[in-house]
């Protein structure tokens, strides 16, 4: 009888490696052959980079975004426009946005989609946070969600439970392209959506 065969170290590494998102195979054998002949003590520091950004940041307790400590750097930001707020599915978005540096509002991020195939409903979301912020001193809200049909239906839903509470809720333009994360979409298609936003209510 055969006996298991034990995983090597690098192929642990490498295995490790290929679970990230976006890293193939290849990229992650040479990701690991890379950190083989790196010195140890640049290893060290990125495996304590990783360590540390995991532990110390957290959800933002306003928006949702990422933070380390209760509030994320746009909440804490004086000079941001609190009466709008954009809604995103992910910190990502965040960052999407802010790197075209035309928006000077806050943000609320979901988490994801309301994705019923997948059993996410509205209380998986960071969804109730959302609506008790559009109770006071919210004029706009954008909604930002991807063009694929669970960011549509989100979107709806959103709407729905908005439409009362709000002085006015946009969306981006279309011509974004449908089906689309918004993390893949360019710097100027994202301005010009921003800038064309549509009154839903
Ligand atoms: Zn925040």
């Not at 999407?96 to 540096?101: I, P, Q, R, V």
């Not at 928006?103 to 946070?129: K, M």
């Amino acid at each position: 009888m055969l006996s298991p065969v034990r995983t090597s170290l690098l192929e642990n590494l490498v295995d490790r490696l290929a679970g990230l998102p976006s890293i193939g195979r290849k990229s992650a054998q040479r990701l690991a052959y890379h950190v083989l002949a790196a010195p140890v003590e640049e290893v060290e520091s990125l495996s304590r980079a990783l360590i540390e950004a995991r532990r110390g940041v957290r959800p933002c307790t306003v928006c949702g975004n990422h933070a380390e400590g209760d509030r994320c750097a746009v909440c804490l930001n004086p000079r941001r426009d609190p009466a709008q707020v954009c809604v995103v599915e992910r910190p990502s978005d965040v960052s999407a946005f802010e790197k075209l540096g035309v928006y000077r509002g806050l943000y609320h991020v979901l988490g994801g989609t309301l994705s019923p195939l997948d059993g996410i409903g509205p209380a998986d979301l960071n969804l109730a946070s959302l609506f008790v912020r559009c109770e006071n001193g919210v004029d706009e809200v954008i909604l930002a969600l991807g063009t694929h049909a669970d960011g549509e239906a989100t979107s709806t839903y959103i709407v729905q439970r908005l439409r009362d509470k709000t002085a006015r809720i946009t969306r981006l333009a279309r011509g974004l392209p449908a089906g689309s994360d918004l993390e893949f979409i360019d710097d100027l298609t994202m301005k010009r959506a921003l800038d064309g936003r549509i009154n839903l209510g």
